[in-house]
């Protein structure tokens, strides 16, 4: 059975979905079954992992308004072993839509329980807000990174998005856990930079990623060419960052091979 980690943050710019995109290709490229969710309207994960949303016919959206067979919404990518569920703007629509449908919450969760069992890991993408898409997605998932940028708002909303975590945990979802705070945007030149490196280690200590996502400008070029950092230039600081995280998590999840725990034995 897959393991569901949904990446939310309400506050926007924060590398939500450049995490999104790099963590499922960095886990596709070690040999996980991936599977990317885009649950975000604006469908930036989409167009980020190579797909023009508007041709899109059969979405995240089909399969929660509509019921329809979410293997039939799903794409494949230029990456072995990472498949899309694609957005699209109908999206925006949903939570209107939504509102008067019984176990409205758990919409999401009846879809991803259909293809779990397919994937190794499923990355949720979530909107920048804590409307019902991403309260359907914190209850599909079994866990939550929240990516936290490097700047002087950093631990701003951040109380309000723990406190959601919390209501979601004790309402709707009793097995979510905290998978991580990502520290991201880092600029290892600025002073600030590593005043919020220090910060969030002291207010959330173990919580708290290893890795940390610096800024590279191969990151940000990488979208605009519909790919992955990790296709787009594997030997750059942002594909190496994110493939640290993802063996972050395979190994906090106790996921290694027996080969690569030996390798690690001997480091």
Known sequence: MGKIIALANQKGGVGK???????????????????????????NSTSGIGYDPRTIKSSIYECIIN?????????????PNLDLLPAHID???AEIEMINLTNREYKMKAVLDRIRDNYDFIIIDCSPSLG???????????????????EYFALEGLGKLL???????NRLNTELQIEGILL???????????????????????LVFDTIIQRNTRLSEAPSYGIS?????????????????????????????SEEAEKEALV
């Not at 450049?18 to 469908?43: F, G, K, M, W």
């Open 17 to 43: 979905t450049t995490s999104s995109i790099n963590l499922a290709a960095s886990l596709a490229v070690l040999e996980y079954r991936t599977l990317l969710v885009d649950a975000d309207p604006q469908a």
């Open 67 to 79: 019921e329809i067979d979410p293997a039939d919404a799903i794409q494949s990518t230029d990456t």
């Open 91 to 93: 999206l925006v629509g």
């Open 132 to 150: 019902l898409i991403t309260i359907n997605a914190l209850t599909a998932a079994d866990s939550v990174i929240i990516p936290v940028q490097c």
């Open 163 to 169: 406190n959601t975590i919390k209501i979601v945990q």
């Open 184 to 206: 991201t945007m880092y600029d290892v030149r600025l002073r600030l930079s590593n005043q919020v490196v220090e910060e969030v280690k002291t207010h959330f200590q173990d």
């Open 229 to 257: 950092v990790i296709m787009h230039d594997a030997n750059c600081k942002g594909a190496i960052n994110y493939l640290n995280l993802a063996r972050e998590i395979i190994r906090k999840n106790g996921l290694l091979s």
